[in-house]
């Protein structure tokens, strides 16, 4: 049983169960209210050391297809058919998410077996779809491996894993050819060869793109092929809600995954993306919720360098536009990193160049610079945006390069080849996640993560402009041939009757319209206050003061929260997508702050005034174990798990307490009551 998280994933069983109204939980895991730093050394914990065995799978007999009919039909008629008659269907994989990592790893487990893909929303609303750029990789003679290591390392704060780097750089361009064969059509030069753009942090031009829609043209290719893949099921809107885990000794094993109206069964891959909207302003799509690192993090899997999130410095600022959006975005608008690639320069409102203040980079300096820059810009002069010029290129290039943000502010009466973008740096990418080894695998039996859920080392503390869906790629494929290992080396059976031992959640459709109105304006109140909480003192330049006090908001918040739903009749294993959304913001925010107020230095993304420098003492991985406390709130649980005393519960060996011969050199921290030190106390 493996369940894969953000793109990669094990191959493993699954069973699709569809009840109309129901929703199947798990019911074996451990609550989260508090969490375990560990700085680790890479010599004593390296990203590819550590990591769980792979977990012994048996197959299940699968009853042929889900449908005979058409392609064209096969989708809905095979999530119909489960709604009517209730009816079970067994998958060699499942797939969450459908961004690049979890549609490739679905293209090629579907080679050795049947997939259901499951998506919270339409298929190609992923964050691949919103990413402008393209995807780095190393395909020109005058370019090496080596140099793009470099330039990855040193954007990273020197805190990446070095193999990951390499392994990375190294395989990158045969997985952008492997596109290309699949379909992919990326811009060409007069003389024929692909057209290779430079972004902030590179050496060499060596970014792959179709002019400024590269992530929407990768997800057009991948669900052509996807659609033409007989063996690969998409459920479409179907929420995940956690991870169906048990326990084997020590260890904690992963079943699968418990979606509304999909409970898959063996083995999952959640293709989930990052946690964008735990601030109010971010390029990430609605979906971007931290479902996969919250779900992850309640079955026990360990979480690295969530500290480390990347705004990038340039989305669209509404406020400096002419004409106004008729209402406000979901989703800022971005402004790919290549306009500064391409001689695109940045100026305060009175038009000073300013960038060349803060590194002689200037505007092309990594992100976290350039947005710390922007950031001081703004506090500095009281302004609300800075302006990004590219006007004084040539137009026929301008419109080339960037058709779709030239037609996005056209809507607005704004000319770019003619006039500067108003610009302001926005929530963007998680560098931290579920950490993975060099074949997506983690602590978790079964349990195997790609895509901006995980942390492979690559990104280190800030990630390098166009190597997410270069990561992407990568790590999906690496964690196919695992995953078939794991299938055809399986020597045990699973349990089904495990699964009618786990409690059943289910929608709260008794409580009525009237209060369910209620608890959705309530719960849309909390997500805008906590994303208000998060910007204010978890943004880009942080204190240790502004840490412990949104800390302390963010719990009281959430205390308000679950109180106000349990006060109108919610109940413990209730679930509605806006609520499941809400514990996993709420879940993710604390990770971050938490992570954040562990590390005593100023390193890529993580900027504190407190401690301004880098401290090489500190040039640490930041870990978040597992622990066993069981009064924690209700979106720090598996549904399944109810209080079980007011003190803590140890379960097994590493779901304890320190000893204090575990104190020196790791970093405690308590999410809720929070207490922290070095050494011993």
Not at 581 to 609: D, P, Q, W
Request: hydrophobic content about 35%; charged content about 20%.
């Amino acid at each position: 049983m493996a369940t894969g998280i953000s793109a990669g994933s094990s191959q493993l069983q699954y069973k699709l169960n569809v009840r109309k109204g129901i929703i199947n939980t798990c019911r074996q895991s451990s609550s989260f209210s508090t969490s375990t730093f560990d700085k680790c050394t890479h010599k004593d914990l390296s990203w590819s050391n550590g990591i769980s065995k792979f977990l012994r799978v048996q197959r299940c007999d699968f009853s042929k297809t889900l449908n005979e009919d058409s392609k064209s039909n096969r989708k809905v008629r095979a999530l119909s058919c489960h709604l009517k008659d209730g009816s079970t269907k067994y998958f060699d994989f499942a797939v969450i998410g459908s961004g690049i990592a979890g549609l490739c790893y679905a293209l090629e487990v579907a080679k050795h077996g049947t997939v259901a893909v499951i998506t919270k929303a339409e298929p190609h609303e992923s964050n691949t779809n919103y990413a402008q750029g393209g995807v780095s990789a190393v395909l020109c003679p005058s370019d090496s491996v080596e140099s793009h290591v470099q330039d990855t390392i040193i954007a990273g704060a020197y805190l990446c894993d070095e193999e990951t780097v390499r392994v990375v750089c190294t395989e990158g361009p045969d997985r952008i050819r492997e596109l290309i064969a699949m379909g992919a059509l990326f811009d060409h030069g007069e003389d024929g060869n692909l057209h290779l753009a430079r972004e902030g942090g590179h050496s060499h031009r060596r970014i792959v793109h179709a002019a400024d829609m590269t992530g929407r043209e990768i997800e057009r290719a991948l669900l052509e092929a996807v659609v033409n893949d007989p063996n690969i099921f998409v459920f479409e809107h179907h929420f995940a809600i956690d991870l169906l885990t048990s326990q084997d000794g020590p260890d904690t094993i992963c079943h699968g995954v418990d979606t509304l109206n999909t409970e898959t069964q063996e083995v999952t891959l959640l293709a989930s993306g990052g946690a964008g909207h735990i601030y109010p302003t971010t390029t990430n799509p609605l979906v971007a919720t931290g479902d996969g690192m919250a779900m992850a993090h309640r079955a026990e899997a360990v979480i690295s360098n969530m500290e480390f999130v990347q705004f990038h410095p340039t989305a669209l600022a509404d406020e400096g536009l002419s004409v106004k959006p008729e209402k406000t975005r979901d989703n800022a608008f971005l402004i790919t990193e290549a306009v500064r690639g391409d001689g695109g320069i940045l100026y305060n409102l009175s038009m000073e160049r300013f960038m060349p203040l803060y590194d002689e980079r200037a505007e092309l300096a990594p992100r976290d610079v350039v947005a710390r820059g922007i950031d001081d810009q703004l506090k500095k002069r009281n302004e609300k945006y800075v302006l990004l010029d590219i006007s004084h290129k040539p137009r026929k290039n301008i419109l080339s390069h960037f058709p779709n943000i030239a037609a996005e502010c056209l809507q607005y009466d704004l000319d770019i080849t003619s006039q500067p973008i108003p610009v302001v740096p926005a929530a963007h990418y998680m560098c931290g996640g579920v950490r993975a080894g060099l074949q997506g695998e983690t602590n978790v039996r079964g349990l195997y993560v790609a895509g901006e859920v995980a942390c492979t080392g690559l990104h280190g503390a800030n990630r390098l402009a166009s190597n997410s869906l270069l990561e992407a790629l990568v790590f999906a494929r690496r964690a196919v041939q695992p995953s078939i290992d794991h299938m055809r080396n399986s020597n045990s059976a699973l349990d089904i009757s495990v699964w009618d031992t786990w409690a059943r959640p289910v929608v709260p459709i008794a409580l009525g319209n009237t209060v369910m109105h209620k608890m959705l304006k309530k719960t849309s109140d909390i997500r805008k206050e906590l994303q208000s909480i998060m910007w204010k003192y978890v943004g880009i330049v942080r204190s240790t003061t502004r840490l412990l006090t949104a800390e302390q908001k963010v719990c009281k918040l959430e205390a308000e929260w679950e109180s106000y739903l349990f006060e109108h009749g919610w109940e413990q294993t209730m679930v509605g997508l806006e609520a499941c959304e809400m514990r996993n913001l709420f879940c993710c925010a604390k990770l971050v702050i938490s992570s954040a107020l562990a590390r005593h230095e100023s390193r890529g993304l993580h900027y504190t005034i407190d401690f301004p420098h880098l401290e090489e003492s500190q040039r640490l991985p930041t870990i978040i174990l597992p622990n066993s406390l069981v009064n924690g709130s209700w979106s720090s649980r598996q549904l399944h798990k109810q209080p079980e005393s007011n003190g803590y519960v140890i379960n097994n060996s590493k779901n304890r307490w320190p000893e204090e011969s575990d104190w020196t050199p790791q970093i405690y921290v308590r999410l809720e009551n929070r207490w922290a030190g070095y050494g011993r106390r």
